[in-house]
């Protein structure tokens, strides 16, 4: 499965960004997936998962009520909605197949990740 993330950019703090994930190789409707973020100098960490049917939806405490991850299993597309962004939010984010038990990722593969740099 190839993974490309998309939607990044620089924006100011309270700002609004949207990321998608395109996945190929696959269709999208046979896994879970979550989105991870890597800040500079920090490991990655889980943001967001979204069960394979897109029924049941995860989130960070750091980030529950600002940011909302959806999927297109027509488009072979994952999305994430991310309002109200802080500084801290900025990362390099990423887009995985993802276990539901442990919110980790099921492959030690990632793709492009996509840069969110949020400004104060």
Same mark, same amino acid.
């Given at each position: 499965?190839?993974?490309?993330?998309? &939607?990044?950019?620089?924006?100011?703090?309270?700002?609004?960004?949207?990321?998608?994930?395109?996945?190929? *190789?696959?269709?999208?409707?046979?896994?879970?997936?979550? @989105?991870?973020?890597?800040?500079?100098?920090?490991?990655?960490?889980?943001?967001?998962?979204?069960?394979?049917? *897109?029924?049941? =939806?995860?989130?960070?405490?750091?980030?529950?009520?600002?940011? =909302?991850?959806?999927?297109?299993?027509?488009?072979? =597309?994952?999305?994430?909605?991310?309002?109200?962004?802080?500084?801290?939010?900025?990362?390099?984010?990423?887009?995985?197949?993802?276990?539901?038990? &442990?919110?980790?990722?099921?492959?030690?593969? @990632? &793709?492009? &990740?996509?840069?969110?740099?949020?400004?104060?």
């Amino acid at each position: 499965v190839q993974l490309q993330a998309s &939607g990044g950019g620089l924006v100011q703090a309270g700002g609004s960004l949207k990321l998608s994930c395109v996945v190929s *190789g696959r269709a999208l409707s046979n896994y879970h997936m979550g @989105w991870f973020r890597q800040a500079p100098g920090k490991e990655r960490e889980f943001v967001a998962a979204i069960s394979f049917n *897109g029924g049941s =939806t995860y989130y960070a405490d750091s980030v529950k009520g600002r940011f =909302t991850i959806s999927r297109d299993n027509a488009k072979n =597309t994952m999305y994430l909605q991310m309002n109200s962004l802080k500084p801290e939010d900025t990362a390099v984010y990423y887009c995985a197949p993802i276990s539901l038990a &442990g919110l980790t990722p099921m492959y030690n593969y @990632w &793709g492009q &990740g996509t840069e969110v740099t949020v400004s104060s």
